[in-house]
């Protein structure tokens, strides 16, 4: 089973890295899905997040897409925000069904978008407005435990903050740095701490996401246009989407 599910992480690494994602939501759903014990599940999938956009934001780096002088407005609240979500426990049955309408919402313009000329001018951007996006992000995110790069990304675009792939570029980074401190978080929440061991059970899953984010890394500086980077982006928010609506029923009925 465990190599069964580290097949299924290398899939996922390999998709969502190539649009600067780490796959957080994703890990989340197979974990669950294998019978994981919910205590640990987050610690696992952000481990994983933290493995696959480290090798992303590296290779971003190299290829010189990380606008570093621009993206701190969107760090400097989301840290702490997403340890403190992190912390919180809440109910799960509101907050996912609109979650999951935002999602939609997100997805389908990412998709339909037509190539406007200026899709790809930079916008004057508000310090304070991305301090706060970042910030919400990072707390939603450290509540349900992934990076916020999903969340992000339908943002960004829609600001015109920069050609797709420098977007994608600045995801990654976020979530690196979300992840890092959401994990944080997720274990202080922790009431027994000797849970934490169960997760090196899952071990294959380490391997499977660094060689499927490094695949998908690769196919998304190198291979992909930014208009195909943008659809794809859309796509994969819909999944998750579909993924929550379906959990949300679950919550429901």
Aim: net charge positive.
């Amino acid at each position: 089973m465990k190599l069964i599910l580290a097949g299924m992480f290398f899939v996922t690494a390999a998709l969502y890295a190539s649009v600067g994602f780490g796959g957080g939501s994703t890990y989340t759903a197979l974990l669950i899905v294998a019978g994981t014990d919910y205590q640990i599940v987050p610690i696992i999938a952000l481990t994983c997040n933290i493995l696959v956009v480290s090798g992303n934001v590296i290779r971003y780096g190299r290829e010189r897409i990380v606008p570093w002088t621009r993206i701190w407005p969107l760090i400097i609240l989301s840290v702490p925000a997403a340890w403190i979500g992190g912390r919180l426990q809440i109910s799960e049955a509101v907050f996912i069904g609109l979650l999951c309408l935002a999602l939609f919402i997100a997805g389908v313009r990412l998709i339909a978008q037509k190539r406007l000329a200026d899709s790809d001018v930079m916008r004057p951007q508000n310090l304070w407005l991305n301090a706060a996006i970042g910030g919400g992000i990072g707390f939603f995110s450290g509540l349900v435990g992934i990076g916020g790069g999903i969340f992000l990304a339908p943002i960004l675009h829609f600001l015109h903050w920069g050609k797709a792939k420098t977007i994608a570029a600045t995801c990654s980074l976020f979530i690196l740095v979300n992840s890092i401190s959401g994990i944080g978080g997720q274990m202080a929440k922790l009431s027994d701490l000797s849970r934490i061991p169960d997760a090196f059970a899952y071990w294959p899953v380490i391997p499977a996401v660094l060689i499927g984010g490094f695949i998908g890394n690769h196919m998304g500086v190198f291979k992909i246009s930014d208009r195909a980077l943008k659809r794809l982006t859309g796509v994969l928010i819909l999944l998750v989407a579909i993924r929550l609506a379906y959990r949300w029923l679950t919550l429901m009925f």
